[in-house]
């Protein structure tokens, strides 16, 4: 009775496990997709994935049954070794011999063939691969062969082998339990049968080895053994023959085998496996060793030079460097108040909120109820009142873990609290006299003076902090919507996101799925009911998606009043003929080919997800494209103000960047002695050294007509601080994804983020105002340098925050401008900049002449002066005295105060006149 108990048990535990559970999500996942309209895309994977299953399990079945059932022809039973081996059960296991085998084959091939499965995006790669239209200059194959055809012949390869290995144990035990293997007198007998049947099993092991030395030759393409990546010259000169010389022992070998059979020798397969051994190791490790170290290290450079030129092309061509742009940029310094007017755009657009300080900003002026939570801080760009300007945005996201825990329910959590609600928009560069930011939207229901920003559904039902399941039309229940005053909105859901939960069939599934009783006990749940799960946007592309990766940093677009969510897809592989790994953690290193392919779109609201394809041009994205057509979509067709909001993303431009940083020399002696290495500059963000992150600016371009927006990273060289050159990439939709490279003159120096720090920090009149701050009880934070190129010459902003030490609001209180040899610290970013250059600089104010030194010269140019040049007046006499008093010169802080008391008298009098008609 208690085997019939534990039998009971363990069917049960079997069948929840591997047979409930797994129908119960394969339900549930297809109601999901199929409620995207991406059902053609969850059938594709399932079909490929049970084609794939079924085929392998059916060879593998097929493989091991018919050797063991040929051991069992070929063997009697007059003297097996059951007993030495089952012992007592020995007589059960002989009656049942075929009915076990059966079973042990199933079992064996449905375990086995499972590791396959997980390949199935390769299967479906080489079912529909498209061409690269580029070989590789060793075996002249198309690049798309090692991208889609070598990952399925490795593994298949690998398999195979691993499998006939089994088939020959599980043959060898069989042929010994049934006498046909004995031992005697320290010597095992094998009969004929048995060793004939061994020998062809063993014949086939030898010809897949040597399948395998083929393919191994092509991996050679992938060898670190040299100065670069790929097949250098050991590689190309002994490793390669090795191989072939392998293959040729491997088919031999096999030979041997079978010329044991008719020999009924052991001494030619033994010989045969002898020879492959020495060859193997002399050829395939000896010989290399000696050439690499004997030959090529004395001579590298001249041995390695044909090898360096290809890494460095198929490298460059792997990240799409070769695509970049380079020209001088001469660093002059020859900006003029003028020429600042010009480019008011890019001055208008100089980012002087940091996104961590900002966040926190946000966080304690916005989040009005401790539930909510901004999870990051992103940039774009719109038109606002005809003027092309960058924005930090952030999303108002609901962070049910702040709850507090006496309202921590299952109706709380699955259908009260379901999403967040609105957005944060302000402009880069503006600051009220508080030091805090303006808004362009703000506050709970969103206010916004602005059309474009008005959202008509501002809902986050899908975000990046959206992890958990939710219920919406809901019966007899409304949502939190969001709050006010003392009492809360609510709201039911009008949108199309989410799955039918209607009927009780599917209240049971959802029910098991998340082990969830309630689920069947609630009387919320009606014929109307959806429920929503994976909304967490990075885990909802991914499900879709799975053969893309993507960037870390999605972005929200505001676009017919409602919140879109932005992700870059890139198509990748590690399997791009003498291309480097990269080494970015962004996305892990787990590739030497990328691609930025498809931009994805998520609705916060309704939960739809767009894939479009943004290079048509990559043979990746275009096999895909194959296999799942109903998946992708042009970019033409996204919205076309939507598509104004694309920008080149952060990810790819910081990979692209690592490697630009070597692979920028394209002289293979120059790469190999590692002459002109750079590296990403240094700067300092509060007291701490840090790498300098990309940013993105609206400038205008040298040579171009109009401000546009890119992302930009400077470069110094390695083990120095000085700037070598700057990189950008192009966001406008004209000019999208055009990389562009700026070198400095190398006799000439300039200045590189850290020295520039290193003068802010020498400047004792900045010295003192931020020792005086930090003693006041202030946390001094420095911000993101900035090195903003305008037409031919830099500038360089510092924006300086104060935080109280026991408070999380920080406020932007200074501005550090540095310009050629002069370091200005001013209140706002025009008062250092017209400091800097002596008048303003603002675009929309009328020309005004610095205040000349000569003191008769001076008074002359007050007594004309309009209203608005004695007000620019006024603002460069304070910043002058207060540049005084922070010297500790008294008699000229004084002197400055009287000319200060004399323009503002001045200013009075022209105010109170009357203006003549």
Request: aromatic share 14%.
């Amino acid at each position: 009775m208690l085997r019939i108990i534990v039998f009971i048990v363990i069917g049960l535990m079997f069948f929840f496990s591997y047979i409930l559970t797994p129908l119960v999500n394969l339900f549930t996942d297809y109601w999901w997709f199929d409620a995207l309209g991406y059902d053609s895309v969850f059938w594709k994977v399932f079909l490929t994935q049970a084609s794939i299953g079924v085929f392998f399990v059916i060879f593998l079945f097929f493989l091991l049954f018919m050797n063991f059932f040929l051991a069992l022809r070929l063997t009697g039973t007059d003297k097996d070794n059951f007993e030495y081996v089952f012992g007592e059960n020995a007589e059960g296991f002989r009656q049942n011999i075929m009915p076990l085998i059966l079973i042990a084959s199933g079992i064996i091939s449905i375990g086995f063939s499972r590791i396959v499965l997980d390949k199935w995006v390769a299967f479906l790669q080489y079912a529909h691969q498209t061409p690269f239209n580029f070989t590789d200059p060793v075996f002249q194959n198309d690049i798309g062969f090692y991208i889609f055809s070598l990952p399925v012949y490795i593994t298949f390869q690998r398999w195979l082998m691993t499998s006939v290995i089994l088939v020959l144990i599980g043959t060898l035990f069989l042929y010994f339990v049934r006498g046909a293997i004995s031992f005697y007198r320290n010597q095992f007998y094998f009969s004929p049968s048995a060793r004939s049947h061994l020998f062809t099993l063993g014949a086939v092991v030898f010809l897949i080895k040597g399948i395998g030395y083929l393919l191994e030759s092509y991996q050679l393409l992938y060898s670190n053994r040299g100065v670069v990546t790929g097949a250098c010259y050991t590689d190309v000169h002994a490793q390669l023959l090795s191989y072939r010389v392998l293959i040729v022992a491997s088919i031999l070998g096999a030979g041997f085998f079978l010329w044991g059979i008719f020999q009924r020798s052991w001494k030619y397969p033994i010989v045969g496996a002898a020879v492959l051994v020495v060859i193997s190791i002399l050829l395939g490790q000896v010989y290399p060793s000696l050439v690499q170290n004997y030959f090529v290290q004395p001579n590298e450079l001249q041995k390695e030079t044909p090898y360096i030129l290809r890494n460095i092309e198929y490298t460059r061509k792997a990240y799409n460097l070769d695509i970049i742009e380079s020209a001088d940029f001469p660093a002059e310094e020859a900006l003029t108040p003028q020429l600042l007017r010009e480019n008011d755009l890019t001055v208008n657009n100089i980012r002087l909120w940091d996104w961590e300080p900002l966040q926190q900003t946000y966080s304690q002026l916005q989040e009005i109820r401790l539930y909510y939570d901004f999870n990051d801080v992103d940039i774009d760009r719109y038109v606002i009142d005809g003027e092309y300007q960058q924005v930090m945005l952030s999303v108002r996201e609901l962070n049910y873990e702040t709850i507090p825990d006496q309202a921590k329910t299952w109706i709380n959590q699955h259908f009260q609290y379901t999403h967040g609600y609105g957005i944060c928009v302000s402009p880069v560069n503006v600051v009220t006299s508080e030091g805090l930011p303006e808004f362009f939207v703000n506050d709970i229901p969103p206010e916004t003076k602005t059309p474009i920003f008005q959202l008509s559904h501002p809902g986050i039902y899908y975000g990046e902090k959206t992890n958990y399941y939710v219920f919406v039309k809901a019966d007899g229940i409304k949502e939190f919507d969001y709050p006010e005053g003392d009492t809360n909105q609510m709201t039911i859901y009008e949108g199309q996101g989410g799955v039918p939960i209607g009927s009780l069939f599917r209240q049971a599934l959802f029910a098991w799925k998340w082990r969830s009783l309630s689920i069947l006990l609630t009387g919320h749940i009606s014929e109307d009911s959806r429920v929503m799960f994976d909304r967490n946007i990075k885990k909802r592309v991914e499900k879709i998606a799975p053969f893309l990766k993507f960037d870390r940093d999605p972005y929200p677009a505001i676009h017919d009043g409602r919140i879109i969510w932005i992700m870059d897809g890139y198509t990748t592989s590690n399997m791009y003929p003498y291309s480097t790994q990269s080494s970015h953690e962004g996305m892990g290193n787990s590739y030497n080919y990328i691609r930025n392919s498809v931009k994805v779109t998520v609705d916060s609201y309704h939960g739809t997800v767009k894939f479009y394809i943004s290079d048509p041009n990559d043979p990746m994205i275009q096999t895909y494209d194959k296999i799942f057509h109903d998946l992708f979509l042009p970019i033409s067709e996204m919205p076309e103000l939507l598509a104004k909001q694309i920008r080149y993303p952060h990810d790819l431009f910081a990979d692209q960047s690592e490697k630009l940083a070597t692979y920028h020399m394209e002289d293979p002696q120059v790469f190999y002695n590692k002459e002109d290495l750079w590296s990403i500059p240094l700067e300092k963000y509060g007291d701490n050294p840090q790498e300098m992150r990309s940013y993105y600016l609206i400038m205008k371009l040298p040579g171009e007509k109009k401000a546009e927006m890119i992302q930009l990273l400077p470069f110094t060289p390695t083990h120095k601080d000085n700037m070598i050159a700057w990189f950008c990439a192009r966001c406008d939709a004209e000019n999208y994804g055009k990389l562009l490279l700026y070198k400095f003159p190398k006799k000439k120096l300039t200045f590189g983020p850290m020295q520039i720090e290193a003068r802010i920090d020498q400047d004792t009149e900045i010295s003192k105002s931020m020792t005086l701050w930090s003693q006041k009880g202030s946390k001094v934070i420095r911000g993101n340098l900035l090195v903003i190129p305008i037409e031919q010459s830099l500038l360089y902003v510092e924006p300086i925050y104060l935080k109280a030490e026991t408070g999380q609001l920080p406020e932007l209180k200074q501005v550090i401008v540095a310009y050629g040899n002069k370091v200005v610290m001013g209140d706002d970013l025009y008062s250092a900049l017209s400091t800097v250059f002596g008048e303003s600089v603002r675009a929309d104010a009328e020309r005004v002449t610095v205040i000349p030194q000569d003191q008769s010269k001076k008074d002359e140019s007050i007594e004309s002066a309009s209203i608005r040049e004695l007000t620019v007046f006024a603002s460069q006499t304070f910043q002058q005295a207060q540049a005084e008093l922070r010297q500790g010169n008294w008699a000229e802080y004084g002197e400055k105060i009287d000319e200060l008391e004399n323009i503002l008298n001045k200013l009075q009098i022209k105010s109170a006149k009357p203006v003549q008609n």
